[in-house]
């Protein structure tokens, strides 16, 4: 019989064994007869006049069928879209190949196709561009200035958008405030290095006039819209299909410039084509995330009573914008009361361009930087009062009764107990046996600093209205004549685990074997709609979308059971996946039973329609904002500059948890990123717009060896948003570890006289700040 | 261009022969040549182990090895790895321990955890997590990654037939 | 991503490699592990148009003892060196500076031969070589060649081989009496080379004297280098802390650091002496002090 109750249990992924016998298909992993394969030459320089292409020698390379270059496609191809609603935005035209200049190091100028990728490679040798270079910044604060070398001619000023918020009476509540606090900060660029790169394949059938891309995308269905327009081809004709894909974060919810193009060379040649990105190719044209410089501003009461917060901020757009790069900034604006009450908020968003590649969302996308900002701040207000950074956060909380919580940015948290997530984090930490130890250390010369970060963040994305392209999402479950049940999703996932959690939703409505159920997404062909994956809405939306059409398949199945029965609809019981009526249990019809009468449509409800499906479009009436804890005690060596992270604690509130080993890994992995960013990685360009971090071997991602064991646990506040009471949780431990690490580092360096350090944590920072204060004292004691 | 070169390699079992360019990168022989896409390419530097395969019993990242240098030699690549239907242990413990998450690392991580487990049968989460240093994750953290292989230890001891644990192909 | 088309030789022997490495000249390159010179041909950054292959030369790969010196053939890998149980035993500095090294794949294929050769800065594998005052054979037209440690490595990426001469292998000494060993190095976090990396060796007499001390830094200069005047503070006297101290004090200076976005020369320096301090302390506590 099946297990009822599959929601909330552990239950091991059914996408795994593809996965771990190296039989799934990624992009690369597609091959079609008579494929070509391009390669394309990127821009060495950050900003340059082209004046010239030559191809002849790349042609004469043996193998190679063609060189494309901007002039080559024209208009052809329209630009890389951006989704803004934003009045102030300004849009440079990014062509999907550059022709008259190029505004960033990796910014593609040609591309080469040949029969194999050696030899398109080696064409790519072979093609001189010339020239001439112009000045460049790469700086966004200097961008600003006067004197700055001008990006887009159109726009002397460099600014890409504006965007401010304003709430409460900030000027008399910072006059009359007893502590303000003021402090820089900087948000890194960071390189989301999903370890499968992008990668495109494209077929056109001329006859047919149907084209087919395969991309490593978050959002097929978007991409799909958005190819139709770029290659202005019939949106009927066009067909997307995301295959496996080797994690996104953010750097795959995009269109890119290559994927319009391997679909135009797609028609172009009548030959099929595949583009695959190189590592180095990813940290110069996908997309980056964070990249935000702000001047936060905090007004407190002597008791710790936050009274209000003033953000301006530079956000370091690049030279062009992608889908969503104004998006992010205002994430950050909205999100900025994080877990407290703070009446009075203002923030002020400058865009400007850069000569380096657009940012976007990346894993957490805005939030992390308001995060950082209001949690490095809690601790920041906390010491110049004296206080411990636990009594300043409980102070601030909103209660639970005062949920749904709005805040002055405008926002609704839909549910939390802010102070539960934190009492338990405290407790598994042993908050004080590690505030007893700290001190025991530091008089023998040890550095250990704890940290927190009492995180609430935004997700579930999102009510269609306060979304650029759509924030509903489209499910559908389909009962076959054998009973076997295939659930379509719009959403796109790309490790998360949904073809387990969704079919556990089902198996739970429908009372069938999970074994008999299986989950397809990411093929526009085959799934009639859908928005994607991200913004850790794939299973609170795209879930409940499914949740609901699983119902509707249910509510018919019994008006098909009740007709065989010759029974009233509510006579009819559902139990153990059986139809029966009430006192008559023995007498049951299941569903797959009632499936084939459906199908066979001999026996049905006059006017009924035959088969047994439903779709469902689930629009959400808000976003949902989970939130938690997380506490991380680090060891400092002044002397190198090293951290060590010897105790890392995270409470996480997801709402309703379908699958908690699924919660755990998204909680694992969130944490781990946010510890890249805390103490590693930098995408780091020099002035002339260099990227220095082009590799592996100089951006530095964590290893298993550099993060420690994390110690999970859960509050469970379900949200009143949606039926599931599911939050997000795809992002959360990204947002809340990093302020935790940073936090924990400050308190660590405190005796030093350290009140904030940038990040990356690098050992060679922490090692100046601590030589500095010894240099200091020595020169005192002298 | 330069003479092909004749090379001839066991792969999973099974003798392949080919001519190839001596440029050919052993990871590009056995995903376009021989067809065995599951070995992945994650970085252009030997750095993240997705392309991790074992060499006449090492560990080694085929992307930093040209396909004549492993002429006359043993592979296993992921797909050689289960017994027909079924699994390795350690594709087990990955299984069951939820030890990926989009997968795409995860050949690579199964085979220097193989690696690991050919020369420790028992090693200590310190001896996990350096065993697979060679091998980058974004997704999981490692963690789940890290009981994934000390579950395919137990298994494998469990199994274990005199000293032999796994055979060293 | 992918190198340039090259022709590529495998020779059964070393006369053979030498023979050809004659006959092509200058865009001829050696390839042992090919750990450090294949990444370089993917980005094309090396374009040699012969690549001669030592792989299939046997007994290239051999570590074995002969009277009071351990003979590590140049293709010898990282692996093999961290896992001998001769060097274990008889001079664990080199196990201890290969498990360092990158990663288990990287130590599976990478040689010490190709590491030493190549004389990347921040290569591991120098350091422990001139600690120890090892002995590098090379091989050419003109038959076999001794070279010293420390006449070995000539600057960036330079060493005193000739262009057609083949390091064949390497003589460490074998340690005997109260000997104590450390490496110890600051790893630059994406690619694993060392920002520093200190080895050091000693010998205490039975009264605890340091009769002898041998200290190779790596990663902090152009070349790797033995640090003299560090060694020579401390020999012939009672090693404490503070005297270690003092002494390391000593490592960088004379030293041209060198900088990068990872670390400045002013903190590669600094790492160098605290490294130098605490791998001179390990080894005095391994050795018993």
Same mark, same amino acid.
């Given at each position: ?8 249990? +552990? ?28 390669a394309i030459l990127r821009?060495p ?16 390379v ?43 190091v990796g ?10 990728r050696y030899a398109a490679t080696d064409a790519l040798d072979r093609i ?37 918020? +304003? ?11 007893? *502590? ?17 790169p ?68 797609? @028609? ?8 695959i990105e190189g590592r180095r190719e990813n940290i110069q ?71 380096? @590649? ?42 639970? +009764?005062?949920?749904?919580? +709005? ?25 004080? *046996? ?118 509707? $398949?249910?509510? *018919? ?93 995270? $409470? ?32 780091i ?5 260099q990227l220095l971090t082009g590799s592996l071997m100089d951006y530095a991602l ?24 599911? *939050? ?55 | 261009m330069a003479?092909?070169t ?14 190839v360019e001596p440029r050919l990168l052993l990871v590009h022989y ?11 390419i994650g970085c252009e530097t030997s750095i993240c182990g997705a392309c991790t395969i074992?060499l006449?019993?090492?560990?080694v990242k085929s992307c930093t090895v040209l396909t004549v240098q492993a ?63 060679g091998?980058l ?33 | 991503m992918i190198p340039a088309a090259f022709d590529y030789l495998a020779p ?5 490699a030498?023979?050809a490495l004659?006959?092509h000249g200058e865009e001829v390159k050696l390839l042992a592990g090919g750990h450090s010179l294949l990444p370089l041909m993917k980005l094309r950054l090396a374009s040699p148009t012969l690549l001669v292959d030592l792989g299939r030369?046997?007994?290239l ?13 140049a293709l010898s890998t990282h692996y ?18 290969a498990?360092?090294i990158g990663d288990v794949q990287v130590r599976n294929r990478g040689t010490i031969g190709g590491s030493l050769a190549h004389a990347d800065p921040a290569a591991d594998m120098p350091a422990?070589i ?8 090379a ?13 070995f490595f000539l600057g960036l990426m330079a060493t005193a081989l000739s262009p057609t001469e083949i390091l ?19 790893p630059q976090k994406a690619s694993g080379f060392a920002l520093?990396g ?20 790596a990663g902090?200069a152009a070349k790797p ?33 060198m900088e990068d976005i990872h ?27």
């Amino acid at each position: 019989m099946p297990v009822s109750k599959l929601v909330g249990a +552990k239950v091991r992924r059914r996408e795994d064994p593809r996965l771990i016998r190296g039989l799934a298909h990624y992009v690369d992993d597609i091959s079609l007869p008579g494929i070509l394969h391009v390669a394309i030459l990127r821009s060495p320089y950050a900003h340059a006049r082209i004046k010239g292409i030559q191809t002849e020698a790349a042609l004469q390379v043996p193998r190679v069928v063609a060189v494309f270059t901007g002039s080559d496609i024209g208009d052809r191809v329209g630009a890389v879209p951006v989704a803004s609603q934003n009045p102030t935005l300004r849009v440079p035209k990014r062509a999907v190949l550059a022709s008259d200049k190029v505004c960033f190091v990796g910014e593609a100028v040609a591309a080469v196709v040949a029969e194999d990728r050696y030899a398109a490679t080696d064409a790519l040798d072979r093609i001189r561009v010339d020239y001439e270079p112009l000045p460049v910044v790469s700086d966004p604060e200097k961008a600003l200035g006067r004197e700055s070398p001008v990006i887009h001619s159109e726009w002397p000023d460099n600014v890409a958008f504006r965007w401010t918020l +304003k709430q409460g009476n900030l000027s008399k509540v910072f006059k009359d405030a007893d *502590k303000v606090v003021k402090q820089r900060l900087v948000h890194q660029r960071l390189a989301p290095i999903a370890l499968e790169p992008r990668g495109v394949v494209a077929r056109y059938f001329p006859g047919e006039g149907e084209l087919t891309l395969w991309s490593s995308t978050q959002i097929p269905h978007l991409l799909k819209t958005q190819l139709s327009l770029m290659l202005k081809l019939p949106e009927n004709y066009v067909r997307v299909i995301a295959p496996e894909v080797g994690g996104g974060f953010g750097s795959k919810l995009n269109v890119y410039a290559e994927e319009a193009l391997l679909g135009y060379l797609a @028609m172009k040649l009548n030959r099929p084509v595949k583009w695959i990105e190189g590592r180095r190719e990813n940290i110069q044209a996908t997309i980056h995330g964070r990249g935000q410089v702000g001047e936060v501003e905090v007004a407190a009461e002597r008791d710790g009573t936050i009274l209000g917060l003033q953000y301006r901020v530079i956000a370091d757009i690049g030279a062009y914008h992608q889908l969503l790069t104004p998006g992010i900034p205002p994430l950050t604006g909205l999100m900025l009361s994080g877990a407290y009450k703070i009446p009075a908020i203002s923030i002020e968003v400058t865009g400007v361009f850069t000569n380096k @590649m657009s940012t976007d969302a990346y894993r957490g996308a805005g939030r992390p930087e308001a995060t950082y900002v209001v949690e490095r701040m809690m601790d920041r207000v906390a010491r110049e009062l004296g206080m411990d950074p636990v009594k300043i956060r409980r102070k601030n909380f909103p209660k639970p +009764k005062e949920f749904p919580f +709005k805040t002055a940015t405008g926002l609704v948290y839909d549910s939390g107990n802010y102070q539960l997530a934190l009492d338990k984090a405290l407790k598994l930490v042993g908050y004080e *046996k590690w505030k007893r130890q700290q001190k025991r250390l530091r008089s023998q010369g040890r550095y250990l600093g704890i940290g927190l970060s009492t995180y609430v963040e935004i997700c579930a994305m999102g009510p269609s209205a306060a979304m650029p392209a759509g924030g509903w999402e489209y499910g559908a479950v389909r009962v076959e004549p054998t009973g076997k049940v295939t659930i379509l999703t719009g959403v796109s996932p790309h490790g998360q685990g949904q073809e387990t959690s969704f079919a556990q939703i089902v198996a739970d409505e429908l009372g069938v074997e999970i074994d008999d159920i299986t989950v397809i997404h990411g093929d526009t062909a085959v799934v009639a709609s859908g928005i994607g994956t991200f913004g850790s809405r794939a299973t609170a939306v795209g879930g409940t979308a499914v949740l609901q059409a699983a119902q509707r $398949v249910k509510e *018919k199945a019994r008006e098909i059971a009740a007709h065989l029965f010759e029974a009233d609809l509510e006579d009819l019981v559902f139990a153990d996946g059986k139809f029966s009526v009430k006192g008559v249990p023995k007498k049951g019809i299941t569903l797959e039973q009632i499936a084939l009468e459906a199908h066979m449509a001999r026996k049905l409800p006059k006017k009924m329609e035959p088969g047994l499906s439903a779709t469902a479009v689930f629009e959400p009436s808000n976003f949902t904002f989970p939130f938690g804890a997380h506490i991380c005690v680090v060891e400092v060596d002044p002397k190198s500059g090293a951290v060590e992270i010897k105790k890392y604690v995270a $409470v996480d509130d997801c709402g309703k948890v379908i699958n908690p080993l699924l919660v755990d890994g998204q909680i694992q992995g969130g944490i781990a990123q946010g510890l890249g960013q805390a103490l590693y990685e930098e995408v780091i360009y020099d002035e002339n717009g260099q990227l220095l971090t082009g590799s592996l071997m100089d951006y530095a991602l964590p290893r298993a060896k550099d993060v420690p064991r994390f110690e999970l646990a859960r509050t469970e506040t379900p949200t009143p948003v949606n039926p599931l009471g599911a *939050k997000g949780v795809g992002e959360a431990g990204t947002i809340g570890s990093t302020p935790a690490i940073v936090n924990a580092v400050v308190d660590a360096l405190s005796p030093f006289g350290v009140t904030h350090i940038d990040m990356p944590l690098r050992p060679e920072k922490i090692w100046r700040l601590c030589q500095a204060k010894e240099a200091a004292s020595a020169g005192g004691r002298r | 261009m330069a003479a092909r070169t004749k090379v001839s390699i066991r792969i999973n079992g099974t003798a392949y022969s080919h001519e190839v360019e001596p440029r050919l990168l052993l990871v590009h022989y056995l995903r376009d040549v021989v067809g065995l896409t599951g070995t992945h390419i994650g970085c252009e530097t030997s750095i993240c182990g997705a392309c991790t395969i074992m060499l006449n019993g090492a560990a080694v990242k085929s992307c930093t090895v040209l396909t004549v240098q492993a002429d006359g030699g043993e592979v296993l690549t992921i797909e050689g790895l289960a017994q027909g239907e079924e699994l390795h242990p350690i594709q087990e413990g990955f299984w069951e321990c939820h030890g990926l998450q989009c997968g795409y690392c995860t050949p690579g991580m199964i085979l220097s955890t193989y690696q690991l487990l050919l020369r420790d049968s028992k090693p200590s989460e310190d001896e996990i997590r350096h065993a697979i240093d060679g091998n980058l994750c974004r997704c999981t953290g490692y963690q789940h990654i890290v009981d994934a292989v000390q579950y395919a230890a137990k298994k494998l001891r469990q199994k274990a037939v005199g000293n032999r644990i796994l055979d060293p192909i | 991503m992918i190198p340039a088309a090259f022709d590529y030789l495998a020779p059964a022997t070393l006369e053979e490699a030498i023979r050809a490495l004659g006959t092509h000249g200058e865009e001829v390159k050696l390839l042992a592990g090919g750990h450090s010179l294949l990444p370089l041909m993917k980005l094309r950054l090396a374009s040699p148009t012969l690549l001669v292959d030592l792989g299939r030369i046997p007994s290239l790969g051999l570590i074995s003892q002969e009277g009071d010196k351990i003979l590590i053939g140049a293709l010898s890998t990282h692996y093999q060196i961290e896992s001998s149980k001769l060097l274990k035993e008889k001079c664990p500095l080199l196990p201890q500076t290969a498990r360092v090294i990158g990663d288990v794949q990287v130590r599976n294929r990478g040689t010490i031969g190709g590491s030493l050769a190549h004389a990347d800065p921040a290569a591991d594998m120098p350091a422990p070589i001139l600690a120890l005052a090892g002995e590098l054979r090379a091989t050419g037209p003109q038959g076999e060649r001794r070279l010293k440690a420390e006449d070995f490595f000539l600057g960036l990426m330079a060493t005193a081989l000739s262009p057609t001469e083949i390091l064949t292998e390497i003589r460490v000494p074998l340690l005997s009496g109260r000997c104590g060993t450390a490496y110890l190095k600051a790893p630059q976090k994406a690619s694993g080379f060392a920002l520093v990396g200190v080895a050091v060796w000693l010998k205490l007499s039975a009264s605890g004297i340091c009769e002898d001390i041998g200290i190779g830094v790596a990663g902090l200069a152009a070349k790797p280098f033995r640090a003299k005047g560090v060694e020579r503070r401390l020999r012939g006297k009672n090693l404490n802390p503070s005297l270690i101290e003092e002494a390391a004090s000593h490592t960088a200076q004379g030293v041209d650091p060198m900088e990068d976005i990872h670390a400045s020369g002013e903190f590669r320096a600094d790492l160098a002496r605290l490294y130098a301090a605490r791998a001179i302390q390990e080894a005095a506590k391994r050795a018993g002090v």
